[in-house]
């Protein structure tokens, strides 16, 4: 595996048509590790239909207040549902742990995290997940190469700004890709 392949870390993957699993349909995906290793994202695109923060703290039972700001849970992935995970913009950085990933975007994985958001001394710009997408060694590469996704740069636009059922074609039209024209199969010339 050359370098050139483990360049993900902060792109995003969109899921072309043919994708093979279902779960990960019309799905944009931000990179926030790859290495030899494998490679890990969480889905920005696939809200958690009826979970809000007020939810997740409850669940935590934190002695947290009512939060001041609306913040839209998702699901990050299959793996690990029941962990949350916070991509947010990097001025904000928690009392614990914070992974600074690529260009503006970090990672936080704390409680503190969703207590600052409530309490309104969080980050500018935030994304809760639950659960995240993991790849083994290589698997990434592979899908890849069988057409499953595209990788595009990822833009505060597209992540945080642009509503969830609009990601998708938002990602696409970064690259200059119109999705009426997508093919579900690939070719070689």
């Known amino acids: 595996m050359t370098d050139d392949v483990l360049a993900l870390t902060g792109k995003l993957l969109i899921a072309m048509p043919g994708m093979g699993d279902p779960r990960f349909a019309h799905t944009v995906i931000y990179i926030t ?3 030899h290793e494998g490679a890990m994202g969480l889905v920005v695109n696939k809200p958690a239909e009826g979970i809000s ?3 997740v703290l409850e669940q935590l039972a934190t002695q947290t ?3 001041d700001r609306i913040l839209g849970v998702h699901l990050g992935g299959p ?4 962990r949350g995970f916070v991509l947010h913009s990097d001025e904000y950085k928690s009392a614990m742990h914070t992974l600074v990933v690529e260009d503006g975007f970090a990672l ?3 409680l503190d995290i969703l207590e600052d958001i409530a309490n309104g001394k969080g980050p500018d710009k935030a994304l809760l997940t639950l659960g995240y997408s993991g790849w083994g060694p290589g698997q990434i590469e592979a899908e890849i190469a069988q057409n499953g ?3 595009a740069d990822a833009s505060f636009e597209t992540v945080f700004d642009c509503p969830d059922p609009n990601k998708w074609e938002a990602a696409l039209r970064s690259l200059g890709i119109d999705p ?3 093919s579900a199969s690939g070719g070689r010339a």
């Open 53 to 55: 923060l007020s939810d």
């Open 65 to 67: 207040s009512p939060p």
């Open 108 to 110: 936080t994985a704390t």
């Open 149 to 151: 996704w595209l990788i």
């Open 33 to 35: 590790s790859h290495s």
């Open 180 to 182: 009426l024209v997508l």
């Open 79 to 82: 793996v690990e549902t029941g």
